[in-house]
C-alpha cells in the first residue's frame, strides 16, 4: 500500500529511518535525525544555488517549466496580459484576488496618492556622475527611500506593512524615470496623476516642453503588458534575495534595494541588455550562423536563452512577440528583429540548444521592444523592476506572515584548515 513518506537506511550504521513526505518534498531538518553516533550533527543536503530546495510554501505564483505554464495566483499569464492592466494584476499579487470595481478604482487612487518623492531625492540623483547607470542609481535611491520612513522598521502586521508596499508601487516609476532623466541631462518631471501607471511613466521619461504629454495608446499598452509579464516570477534570484533581506526585519526599501541589485545581473533582469547587445554585435543575419558556432564552442552565451525553471518555451516570450508586432506598427521595425528570429530559428532546430531545453525567455524579445520605443539599452533592467517591485512585496508580505519563516541562514560543507597553531610575522615563510 502506498505510504507518503520515505524509508531511508544509512549504510553507515545500517539504521532506518521514515521521512514523512509532504507536497513532494522531505523536510530538510528531518534529515539531522541521521546520525552516526550522538556527537554526530546529523546529515544535511549539499544544495549549491538551490536547485532543488523548496525555501518557502508559497501561494502567488505557479510555474511548471516543462509545460511552459505560469499563472499568478491561479490566473493564466496570457489572460491577465490580455484582459488586466498592471495596477490590477499588483492588486491580485497582493491580495490574492483580482480586485472589483471599487477596490480597483481606490486601490489605484492610493497609488496615485504617493507617486511624489521628497523633494531632497532629487538633489540626491542629481549627486550621481552623469554617466553613472540607470540601475547602479536605482539600487542606490530606492535604499535611501528608507532615511524618509523611519517607521517602515516596524513592519509588524499587515496594517503597518500596507503604507509602505502603496509607497514603493507609486514612487518606483517615479525614481526609475528620474535616473533616466538624470542620465541624459534632461530636468526632472513630476508625475501626471491623471495618467494610468505605464502612462505617467512614459511622461515622466519622454516630456520635454509640451504642457501634457498624452503617451501613444498602444505604446502605453504594450508597456503596461510589459510590467505584467515582468510583474513576479516565484523563488527567483532577486525575489530570493528579498526574501532573505526581508527575513532579518531589515526595512523594506533595503529589501527593495538588494532585491533591485541582484536583479541587475547579467544572468538575471541584466539580460535584456545583453540581449541588444549582442544582436547590434552580431549586426547582421549573414553573421548568426558563425555566432552560433561560437556559443557552442564555449565561447560566450545565447543572451535570452535558456532559464532555470523553463524548458521548454518561456510563455512571456510568446505574449511579447506579438506585442512586439504591435509596437513595430507604431515604432516602425526594428532592424535587429530579423536578426533575432534568425537566431531562434536557429537556435530551436540545433541539437545543442534543444538537448540542453535552450529556448528563448522572456528577454530575447523585451529588449526589441524597449529599444524600438527608444529607450536605452542600459534602461531596460530599471523597466523590468518597477513592476517586479509588486512581486517582490508581495513575497515580503507572505513571508512576514509565514509562520515556518525565520532569518534566513543556509549551512555550508567547510573545506578549510582543521584548526592550526597561530604563526607570529618573523615566523611566517
Ligand atoms: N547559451 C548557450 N549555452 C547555454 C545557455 C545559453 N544562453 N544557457 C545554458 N547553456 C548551456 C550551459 O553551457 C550548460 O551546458 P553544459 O551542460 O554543456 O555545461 C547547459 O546549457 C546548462 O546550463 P546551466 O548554466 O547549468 O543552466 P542554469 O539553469 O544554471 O542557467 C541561465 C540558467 C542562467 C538563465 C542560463 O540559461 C543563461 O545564462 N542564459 C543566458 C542569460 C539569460 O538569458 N538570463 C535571463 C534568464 S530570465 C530572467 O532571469 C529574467
Known amino acids: ?37 550522538a556527537e554526530d550533527f546529523g546529515l544535511m543536503t549539499y544544495d549549491p544555488a538551490f536547485q532543488n530546495t523548496s525555501s518557502c510554501r508559497s501561494a502567488i505564483t505557479f510555474i511548471d517549466g516543462d509545460r511552459g505554464i505560469l499563472n499568478y495566483r491561479g490566473y493564466a499569464i496570457d489572460e491577465l496580459a490580455e484582459h488586466s492592466n498592471f495596477l490590477e ?11 472589483n470595481k471599487a477596490k480597483n478604482e481606490q486601490w489605484a487612487h492610493d497609488i ?50 500596507q503604507p509602505e508596499i502603496i509607497r514603493l508601487i507609486a514612487k518606483m516609476p517615479t525614481i526609475a524615470a528620474w535616473c533616466y532623466r538624470h542620465r541624459r541631462g534632461l530636468p526632472l518631471v513630476y508625475p501626471d496623476n491623471e495618467l494610468s ?55 523594506v526599501y533595503t529589501a527593495v534595494s538588494a532585491a533591485c541589485a541582484a536583479l541587475s545581473g547579467p544572468l538575471h533582469g541584466g539580460a535584456n541588455e545583453e540581449v541588444l547587445r549582442m544582436l547590434t554585435e552580431i549586426g547582421h543575419v549573414k553573421n548568426v550562423p558563425a555566432f552560433i558556432k561560437e556559443v557552442k564552442e564555449g565561447r560566450g552565451r545565447l543572451m535570452g536563452f535558456g532559464h532555470r525553471v523553463y524548458k521548454s518555451y518561456d510563455p512571456r516570450a510568446k505574449t ?40 528563448p525567455n522572456v528577454d530575447f524579445y523585451s529588449g526589441l521592444i ?24 508581495a513575497q515580503w508580505n507572505e513571508l512576514a506572515d509565514d509562520k515556518d519563516q525565520k ?11 582543521e584548526r592550526r597553531e597561530y604563526q607570529v610575522m618573523h615566523k611566517r615563510g
Open 1 to 37: 500500500m502506498s505510504k507518503p513518506t520515505l524509508s531511508v537506511t544509512d549504510n553507515r550504521t545500517g539504521k532506518s529511518y521514515e521521512i514523512p513526505i509532504q507536497d513532494g518534498t522531505i523536510k530538510a531538518m528531518d534529515l539531522r535525525a541521521i546520525k552516526t553516533d
Open 89 to 99: 494584476v499588483a492588486y491580485l499579487l497582493l491580495e490574492g484576488e483580482l480586485p
Open 112 to 161: 496615485k496618492m504617493h507617486t511624489y518623492v521628497h523633494e531632497n531625492m532629487r538633489r540626491f540623483i542629481n549627486g550621481f556622475n552623469y554617466d553613472a547607470h540607470p540601475m547602479n542609481m536605482l539600487v542606490s535611491t530606492v535604499a535611501a527611500l528608507s532615511s524618509f520612513y523611519p517607521d517602515a522598521k516596524e513592519s509588524g502586521d499587515r496594517a503597518q506593512r
Open 197 to 251: 501607471y505605464a502612462g505617467n511613466f512614459l511622461a515622466m521619461v519622454k516630456q520635454i516642453s509640451e504642457p501634457k504629454y498624452q503617451p501613444h495608446p498602444i505604446l502605453e499598452k504594450a508597456l503596461d503588458v510589459l510590467f505584467i509579464l515582468h510583474a513576479d516570477h516565484e523563488q527567483n534570484c532577486s525575489t530570493s534575495t528579498m526574501r532573505t533581506v526581508g527575513s532579518s526585519k531589515a526595512d
Open 320 to 359: 511579447i512577440k506579438k506585442l512586439a508586432d504591435q509596437v513595430f506598427e507604431v515604432t516602425g521595425r526594428n532592424p535587429l528583429t530579423d536578426i533575432a528570429l534568425e537566431l531562434e530559428r536557429i537556435a530551436l532546430q540545433d541539437d545543442y540548444f534543444v538537448s540542453r531545453k535552450l529556448y
Open 370 to 393: 524597449y529599444d524600438s520605443m527608444q529607450f536605452p539599452t542600459d534602461m531596460f533592467t530599471v523597466l523590468f523592476a518597477i513592476p517586479r517591485t509588486a512581486g517582490w512585496l
Open 407 to 417: 532569518i534566513s541562514r543556509p549551512r555550508q560543507v567547510y573545506t578549510g584548515h
